[in-house]
């Protein structure tokens, strides 16, 4: 059996004054912007979309809809002749 001392020596040097180190580190987080269609419902004029956004503005059919929040929101669009608008994909 192999016998080892219960404490391994330590040796520490000391010096005059202090010494310091400074660093800086950075982060970098990108978050695409995420707009998703929760719900449809048809109303007189046009549709009404439940959506879910992780910004505060859109562009659809070349209009911008603002939102009061980050988050779920409703969002009425007009019916137009030539509008399309693709959700659920």
């Given at each position: 059996?192999?016998?080892?001392?219960?404490?391994?020596?330590?040796?520490?040097?000391?010096?005059?004054?202090?010494?310091?180190?400074t660093a800086r580190i950075?982060?970098?987080?990108?978050?695409p912007p995420v707009f998703?269609?929760?719900?449809?419902?048809?109303?007189?004029?046009?549709?009404?979309?439940?959506v879910w956004a992780n910004?505060?503005?859109?562009?659809?059919?070349?209009?911008?809809?603002?939102?009061?929040?980050?988050?779920?929101?409703?969002?009425?669009?007009?019916?137009?002749?030539?509008?399309?608008?693709?959700?659920?994909?």
């Amino acid at each position: 059996m192999l016998l080892l001392p219960l404490a391994f020596p330590c040796a520490s040097e000391s010096s005059e004054g202090t010494r310091s180190a400074t660093a800086r580190i950075g982060f970098t987080v990108v978050v695409p912007p995420v707009f998703k269609v929760l719900q449809t419902t048809p109303v007189a004029g046009g549709h009404e979309y439940r959506v879910w956004a992780n910004v505060k503005s859109i562009v659809l059919n070349g209009q911008e809809h603002r939102f009061a929040r980050v988050g779920e929101a409703t969002l009425f669009v007009p019916t137009a002749k030539d509008a399309f608008i693709v959700h659920g994909l």
